[in-house]
């Protein structure tokens, strides 16, 4: 089951903005991570940050965490066409097994 | 370091055969592999989670009778697709991790399109 409602479902920017997508989960978990998928790849994993974090930095990416209200942020900065993906977030609910419950996905357009 | 293989990369097959997907860890001995499957446009589910020399255990609502899938090594896991119909045509993704390495990260495979007529 999908437990990750990601907000939007699609972003268009320009080239050198910023762009910020949401993921709210429904279950406690061990961690979040962050993953992109260019259109028929599979997926790069981003970050991951866990539940005792509330933030962490990667680069041009920005991720926050708030385990109160179940929600997660990626910050983009200064996004670059190549950035134009899939962006998905998911969630680790067991720390035993490491299944990976997925959002539904923003689809990012960096125009030039 | 921690790259992710899958075989065949696309596979387009008639209604009725059976197609097998490869999925294996190349420099790093997966304990674990994930098997998802994703729509057009739409996000990941995950089908099952296989460890290595055990059975898989399926998600709900996946027929393991139709899924079928073996990890008989610790860099190779594969799945089954059995008398395959249109409705399994999909993308088809594995993932890998590994309980050697301190780390929650799975890495993922390039996914596998099976197109079935």
Redesign the interface.
């Known amino acids: 089951?999908?437990q990750?409602e990601e907000d939007p479902q699609a972003l268009s920017i320009q080239e050198g903005e910023n762009a910020t997508m949401n993921c709210s989960y429904k279950t406690s978990i061990?961690?979040l991570?962050w993953?992109r998928q260019n259109s028929?790849?599979?997926?790069?994993?981003l970050i991951?940050i866990r539940s005792n974090e509330r933030e962490k930095h990667s680069g041009r990416l920005r991720v926050t965490l708030d385990t109160s209200k179940k929600s997660s942020s990626l910050l983009i900065t200064a996004s670059r066409a190549a950035d134009t993906a899939s962006y998905?977030c998911?969630t680790?609910a067991s720390s035993n097994?490491?299944?990976?419950?997925?959002?539904?996905?923003t689809?990012l357009q960096v125009k030039p | 370091g921690a790259v992710?293989s899958?075989h065949p990369s696309r596979v387009i097959c008639k209604s009725g055969t059976s197609v097998k997907i490869e999925c294996r860890s190349l420099d790093f001995q997966a304990t674990?592999m994930?098997w998802?499957r994703q729509f057009p446009?739409?996000?990941?589910?995950?089908m099952a989670?296989s460890n290595e020399g055990s059975k898989a255990?399926y998600e709900?609502g996946v027929e393991k009778d139709k899924f079928l899938i073996n990890h008989a090594s610790l860099t190779l896991s594969t799945l089954t697709v059995t008398s395959a119909h249109p409705e399994d045509s999909s993308?088809y993704?594995c993932?890998a991790?590994t309980a050697y390495l301190s780390t929650?990260?799975?890495?993922?495979?390039?996914?596998t399109?099976l197109t079935v007529l």
Do not use: E, W
């Open positions: 089951s999908q990750g061990n961690n991570q993953y028929g790849r599979g997926l790069v994993h991951l998905f998911a680790d097994t490491g299944k990976l419950i997925f959002g539904q996905g689809t | 992710v899958q674990t994930f998802y446009k739409k996000s990941l589910m995950l989670t255990t709900q993308f993704i993932s991790k929650d990260t799975q890495y993922f495979g390039p996914g399109r």
